[in-house]
């Protein structure tokens, strides 16, 4: 029902900033939510963040107050502003689509039903 491809990745030094786009496609409308997830080498698949379609976000402790998630529905994007990047930030960065209705716990990858092909993220020291 969707289709979704990230973009953006790249390599920053320690401190800089890069913004990641997941464009969607096919039945949008059924993309509730979409989250933000990144697979470090050698680790488990982690949560980043998500966003409501009304625009409520939510961030893991480890990213707050650096980065930020926006969506443009008019674009059919969703947008990860990284800033203040460390080097343990570096990972394969997913974004994910759910439609369903209602979730407490949308941390969880098992809420999602789509997923990008992930786009490389590289931070030096």
């Known amino acids: 029902q969707v289709q979704l491809a990230e973009s953006g990745g790249g390599l920053v030094q320690a401190g800089g900033s890069l913004r990641l786009s997941c464009a969607a496609s096919?039945?949008?409308?059924?993309?509730?939510?979409m989250g933000w997830f990144r697979q470090a080498p050698g680790k488990e698949r982690e949560f980043v963040g998500r966003?409501?379609?009304?625009?409520?976000?939510y961030y893991a402790d480890s990213v707050k107050a650096r980065f930020t998630i926006s969506r443009d529905n008019t674009k059919n994007t969703v947008y990860l502003q990284m800033n203040s990047l460390k080097p343990e930030d570096t990972a394969v960065y997913h974004c994910?689509?759910?439609?369903?209705?209602?979730?407490?716990?949308?941390?969880?990858?098992?809420?999602?039903?789509?997923w990008g092909q992930g786009t490389q993220v590289t931070v030096s020291s």
């Open positions: 994910a689509a759910s439609s369903a209705p209602y979730s407490s716990n949308w941390a969880s990858e098992l809420q999602y039903d789509y």
């Open positions: 966003i409501y379609s009304k625009g409520t976000t």
């Open positions: 096919g039945r949008t409308f059924s993309a509730n939510v």
